[in-house]
């Protein structure tokens, strides 16, 4: 069982940055894909980012140029690097985690392919 920890999410005004890091426990990490999903009030949960187990990464449209993932294996952790946030930016960020040994360049960018979830921070926007 993989459990993960979401941190650094927060309060920030329009145009400024954030990162946000989720520790992973275990001694897999590294043969795990991972994805950063949102979800905002009264909307479905979407894809920010992913990440594979061998560090090829996927960013949605609405981040793309604005927010970077990437990770750090020796330290079982993976970011989200947020700059030029926007009040639509707003919303619960969620870090989740697949198993993928054997598929070191692949991502997933369905929420239904991750069988961990951390417990989400939350993002404001201020404008």
């Known amino acids: 069982q993989v459990r993960l920890v979401e941190s650094g999410g927060g309060l920030v005004q329009a145009g400024g940055s954030l990162r946000l890091s989720c520790a992973a426990s275990?001694?897999?990490?590294?043969?795990?894909?991972m994805g950063w999903f949102r979800q905002a009030p009264m909307r479905e949960r979407e894809l920010v980012a992913a990440?594979?187990?061998?560090?090829?990464?996927y960013h949605a449209d609405s981040t793309k140029g604005r927010f970077t993932i990437s990770r750090d294996n020796a330290k079982n952790t993976v970011y989200l690097q947020m700059h030029s946030l926007k009040s639509e930016d707003t919303a619960v960020y969620y870090c989740?985690?697949?198993?993928?040994?054997?598929?070191?360049?692949?991502?997933?960018?369905?929420?239904?392919?991750?069988?961990?979830w951390g417990q989400g921070t939350q993002v404001t926007v201020s404008s």
């Open positions: 989740a985690a697949r198993q993928s040994a054997f598929y070191r360049s692949r991502y997933y960018d369905r929420s239904a392919d991750y069988e961990h």
């Open positions: 990440i594979s187990s061998g560090g090829v990464t």
């Open positions: 275990g001694r897999t990490f590294s043969t795990y894909a």
